[in-house]
């Protein structure tokens, strides 16, 4: 959806949201049932490509539901009951996901290019204006508070609100105009994928490799990072590996051609070769545990990669991106009935930030030790070894890894990982 404008005037809303992927999107979403006046702009046009492994967690699920997306199979989604784990040993160990209040017992598949679109049509449905081929450029600042006030684009439009929300990626150009910098003491971790049209194609279970070995397992090269097969139900399945900067070499690697010699190992029947392969291999940045932060500062809100949400212990973003998004717009809303500018409705903008660190402040900081810790193949290699016949170990190390704990009651194991989350001190 779009509209025409007078020429040389400037647009105006309560927000503009740049970027509309699923943080972006469930942001004016959620602003939009709010009341408030939404621009969301976005660069490119839909449906589009995002790198991504199409794999979602029940947490995921959740985020989707509550902001009122069918998730139903006969809504085209593949669901998916647990993950297959590949490490230790020749066989998988199948992980059911745990059965939780807080939670749906299932998990996602579906490509992004439909994804994103489907979140964006969502929000112009709450009442978002949705302007695609928008690609901005730069931010409106005001001279005298060095305050937000709208943002031009390339082609010489601007779009003014009292508060922008930056939805707009690991780059966050928007953040950097500001000198909201990334922070080196963060993780930052490279994923690649491609797909394959292969027999495995309908699965019910994500698959996650926590060993790569360059050639037969206990013979070759361990490889740093991990993998993950996806199947899509399209006759497709997702590929891809996820490198993290605590790895030796990081930043030296070729992802690709290390995708490659890993999957060319993979048994022949399975379809993971050349002559299968559907489009190129492509990669992304997962930034990860706030790496940019203040997530609000003088108008200006992060909400997803632009604020470093994805998860340090399993590369997750889009859940913790719409679970921002609905935060984000919470607090928004309570700024806005203040009067947007006025010391009161900043210290409603201030519960953002506050709120992002109490929910994830303390299992982000763990999952920063996490990720120096398996940097190294060698200590993986021990964990898969020692840990996954373990079945009660790895309930437990699979609740933690996808952060799906009941947050009032639940077993032992969620109220160790809840005690630990709220004895570390915040990302």
């Not at 489907?118 to 695609?132: F, K, N």
């Not at 707009?168 to 003491?185: C, F, P, T, Y």
């Not at 016949?389 to 799906?404: D, G, H, I, Y």
Request: glycine fraction near 12%; aromatic fraction near 8%.
């Amino acid at each position: 959806m779009s509209f025409a404008k007078p020429e040389g005037a400037a647009v105006e809303s309560d927000v503009v949201v740049v970027g509309a992927g699923p943080g972006g999107s469930s942001t004016a979403t959620y602003l939009a049932r709010h009341g408030l006046s939404v621009t969301l702009l976005e660069k490119s046009h839909f449906p589009r490509e995002k790198v991504c492994g199409d794999g979602l967690t029940p947490r995921a699920t959740r985020a989707l539901t509550r902001i009122g997306i069918d998730t139903s199979e006969s809504n085209g989604w593949l669901h998916n009951k647990g993950l297959r784990v590949y490490g230790g040993r020749t066989e998988p160990f199948e992980l059911p996901w745990p059965d939780l209040t807080d939670f749906p017992p299932y998990g996602l598949v579906r490509p992004r290019s439909d994804f994103d679109d489907m979140l964006a049509r969502h929000a112009v449905a709450a009442g978002a204006d949705l302007i695609e081929g928008a690609n901005v450029d730069a931010a409106v600042l005001d001279d005298r508070t060095g305050r937000i006030t709208g943002v031009t684009t390339k082609d010489g439009r601007t779009f003014k609100a009292p508060i922008v929300v930056a939805a707009d990626g690991n780059s966050s150009r928007l953040a950097v105009s500001m000198g909201i910098n990334k922070r080196s003491d963060r993780p930052m971790g490279v994923a690649v994928r491609t797909y394959y049209t292969s027999p495995r194609t309908n699965d019910d279970y994500l698959e996650s490799w926590l060993e790569l070995w360059d050639g037969e397992r206990g013979k070759s090269n361990l490889m740093p990072g991990y993998g993950w097969v996806f199947g899509m139900g399209d006759g497709t399945s997702n590929v891809g590996l996820g490198v993290l900067n605590t790895s030796k070499g990081f930043g030296q690697t070729d992802y690709r051609a290390l995708l490659k010699r890993w999957v060319d190992h993979t048994p022949e029947e399975w379809g993971f070769r050349d002559q299968n392969m559907v489009g190129k291999i492509q990669g992304a940045a997962l930034p990860m545990a706030f790496n940019r932060q203040p997530h609000y500062g003088r108008g200006l809100v992060l909400v997803g990669d632009a604020g470093g949400m994805v998860n340090p212990f399993n590369g997750e973003g889009i859940a913790y991106a719409m679970e921002a998004a609905e935060y984000a717009a919470m607090a928004i809303a309570e700024a806005s009935s203040r009067g947007f500018g006025s010391a009161s409705a900043e210290k409603a903008m201030r519960a953002y930030p506050e709120q992002m660190k109490a929910s994830l402040g303390g299992y982000y900081r763990l999952g920063t030790i996490f990720v120096k810790l398996i940097g190294d193949p060698r200590i993986m290699h021990l964990c898969t070894r020692y840990g996954l016949p373990r079945k009660t170990l790895m309930r437990f190390v699979l609740k933690l890894l996808a952060n799906l704990t009941d947050s009032h009651g639940g077993d032992a194991m969620d109220r160790i990982i809840n005690a630990l989350c709220k004895a570390a001190p915040s990302a």
